[in-house]
């Protein structure tokens, strides 16, 4: 598989787990996702603040390739997509995950 078909692949998988997952939980109408690419500090930051979280751990040069095929998914589903965010402060090879949450749903 091309670098190509690998992201388009893992897009549509985590696409689909993030549309589970708002079942699951019950997002209204006006409540989306947040998506950014982040550490592995980040990672573990971002899900002890907010639940439910769903991530995907990728190769660094994948990620900004993996990042835009799910947004535009995203955005295609009306599933939304709040304040989306590549770090331009950050190494390239820090970046690790690319994690979905919802910024209205913090832990207690």
């Known amino acids: ?8 692949y893992k897009a549509k998988a ?9 079942k699951e939980f019950g997002f209204k109408q006006d409540e989306n996702w ?4 982040v550490s592995d500090n980040n990672k573990k930051a971002i899900e002890k603040k907010y639940y439910p979280t769903v991530s995907i751990k ?12 799910v947004k535009t998914r995203l955005t295609q589903l009306n599933a939304g997509v709040a ?6 402060h950050v190494p390239p ?16």
């Open 58 to 69: 990728a190769f660094p040069e994948m990620l900004a390739e993996l990042f835009h095929i």
């Open 34 to 37: 947040e998506l950014s690419v």
């Open 14 to 22: 985590y696409v689909y787990d993030l549309d589970n997952c708002a």
């Open 83 to 88: 304040n989306s965010a590549i770090p331009v």
């Open 93 to 108: 090879a820090d970046l690790q995950f690319l994690v979905t949450y919802n910024p209205k749903r913090q832990r207690p």
């Open 1 to 8: 598989m091309t670098n190509n078909q690998t992201a388009d």
